[in-house]
């Protein structure tokens, strides 16, 4: 059993910035591929990017491109999502979770793919 506690969300102003951090138990955290997944009130869960076990690899929608950046430190068994100019439509609940098929390419891209999910944290991004 894998748990992820995701932290960081809150209230920020249309172009500012958030960093999630999402923590995972085990250790075999190096070995899992990491994605984050937002969603929406009235909204399908969508995918926003994801990280290879390694780190060497990262994958992101193109609604968020250039402007997240997911890192981890597998020492401290933990992914983070650093966002930056921050629009109102990225207002949704996060959630991390953690794909536990070993060196799968591409990153996945569908929730389907991930194993374990966190609870999320809300971001809200006022205009």
């Known amino acids: 059993q894998v748990q992820l506690v995701e932290s960081g969300g809150g209230l920020v102003q249309a172009g500012g910035s958030l960093r999630l951090s999402c923590a995972a138990s085990g250790r075999a955290f190096s070995g899992y591929a990491m994605g984050w997944f937002r969603q929406a009130p009235g909204k399908e869960r969508e995918f926003v990017g994801g990280?290879?076990?390694?780190?060497?690899?990262?994958y992101y929608a193109d609604s968020v491109k250039g402007r997240f950046t997911i890192s981890r430190d597998n020492a401290k068994n933990t992914v983070y999502l650093q966002m930056i100019s921050l629009k109102s439509e990225d207002t949704a609940v996060y959630y991390c979770?953690?794909?536990?098929?070993?060196?799968?390419?591409?990153?996945?891209?569908?929730?389907?793919?991930?194993?374990?999910w966190g609870q999320g944290t809300q971001v809200t991004v006022s205009s």
């Open positions: 979770a953690a794909d536990l098929q070993i060196f799968r390419l591409p990153i996945a891209t569908t929730g389907s793919q991930y194993d374990y």
């Open positions: 990280i290879s076990g390694t780190g060497d690899r990262t």
